[in-house]
């Protein structure tokens, strides 16, 4: 018995001083975003005490599972749309919204040389398979096309579309050769100013719509202090200075 009264008076010890580990912080985040936020996890989590689960995923998919129920907390999307779709069904705080990132666009081809003369190879159309995120889900896809319609190439070059279900996947199409050149996101191919891998055209952003991306808190977590504490922390200097490595604008 006496044991046993120990043991219990260890467990009400570490309730009332919160050194039990609370359950971790579910986040959705669309899969462009994927090398800024898992730096940002790591700063979040290392000043914060807490701890992050995130998922990687296409913003279109994320909304869908967010409706029939998935466990998330906070919600980084591709896009403006998909908060709004969450907000308008009740299942997001619209006081909690913020734009954390506006991305740009790139073609992008793993040969060094490809790209070298801008635009070029998809003006011509010298090329066998181009890559695009699907259009229908990813907010990279619809740029990509607006791109193709601004050059009168969207038709024309259809057939030879392969067409990725989010950006990562796209951007994979791409880097195991299975299309020449790809739609992307320069995230993907940039840090710091340089170029990864490969060549590149970074696309005029008067070429396309306006990537702003959008963050937002679920209506679940509405009184959750870690995810509070993480929509605060993303409008900090100092993830805007990681965000912003990653060849993105903010606010």
């Known amino acids: ?149 601004h050059f009168n190439l969207e038709d024309s070059t259809r057939s030879s579309w392969v067409m990725g279900e989010n950006i990562a996947q796209t951007y994979q199409y791409v880097s195991t050769g299975n299309a020449d050149i790809g739609f992307i996101a320069l995230s993907q191919i940039m840090t710091n100013g340089q170029l990864e891998s490969g060549s590149a055209w970074l696309v005029p952003p008067e070429l396309h719509r306006t990537i702003k991306q959008d963050a937002i808190l679920l209506k679940r977590a509405g009184k959750n202090k870690a995810a509070i504490e993480f929509m605060t922390f993303l409008s900090s200097v100092k993830a805007k200075k990681i965000i912003s490595s990653y060849s993105y604008r903010v606010n």
Request: glycine share 6%; with cysteine; aromatic share 8%.
């Open 1 to 149: 018995m006496n044991q046993l009264w120990k043991i219990s008076l260890c467990i009400y010890a570490l309730l009332f001083t919160g050194q039990l580990a609370a359950a971790p912080l579910t986040i959705a985040v669309a899969s462009n975003f994927t090398a800024a936020m898992t730096e940002l996890t790591r700063e979040f989590e290392n000043i914060s005490g807490h701890q992050l689960n995130v998922s990687y995923g296409s913003s279109g998919k994320f909304v869908a599972q967010i409706r029939h129920g998935a466990p998330f907390d906070v919600f980084l999307s591709a896009d403006q749309d998909k908060p709004t779709v969450l907000i308008d069904s009740g299942l997001a705080l619209p006081e909690s919204r913020l734009t954390y990132a506006i991305g740009a666009l790139a073609l992008w081809s793993k040969d060094e040389t490809l790209l070298n003369t801008g635009n070029e190879i998809l003006l011509s159309r010298t090329f066998n398979k181009l890559a695009i995120a699907n259009p229908r889900l990813a907010p990279y896809g619809l740029a990509a096309v607006d791109v193709l319609r």
